[in-house]
């Protein structure tokens, strides 16, 4: 079953922008930790950001997405959103939505999207 759903990929050129968008079915994403992974072929997935859904949600990022990237939460639509700004060639990649029901780390995912292909070249 496809818990999760993305939208909002598509090619882009390098220092152009993009926003990813998930939703849940059957489930309020609302309550839970959620966050976003990419993943290219032959290395494993990582985790590009996280937010927790305490209080005002705590936000992460790697290294490589900060000040650049930006996750946030709409609690009307029920949705979490990845804004991605100056995008590069190595932000190529397949991204994952996904749900963590208990941490506030994306460290133990119960469900995951099909993935979105986002590609960013000239």
């Known amino acids: 079953q496809v818990q999760l759903v993305e939208s909002g990929g598509g090619l882009v050129q390098p220092g152009g922008s993009l926003r990813l968008s998930c939703r849940a079915i059957g489930f309020r994403l609302d309550a839970f930790t959620a966050g976003w992974f990419r993943q290219v072929p032959g290395k494993e997935r990582e985790v590009v950001a996280c937010?927790?859904?305490?209080?005002?949600?705590?936000?992460t990022y790697a290294d490589s997405v900060k000040g650049r990237f930006t996750i946030s939460r709409d609690r009307v639509q029920d949705t979490v959103d990845l804004q991605m700004d100056r995008l590069n060639v190595d932000d190529t990649a397949i991204y994952y939505c996904?749900?963590?029901?208990?941490?506030?780390?994306?460290?133990?995912?119960?469900?995951w999207g099909q993935g979105i292909q986002v590609t960013v070249s000239s």
């Open positions: 996904a749900a963590d029901s208990f941490t506030t780390v994306c460290n133990e995912i119960d469900y």
């Open positions: 937010l927790s859904t305490d209080g005002e949600g705590r936000r």
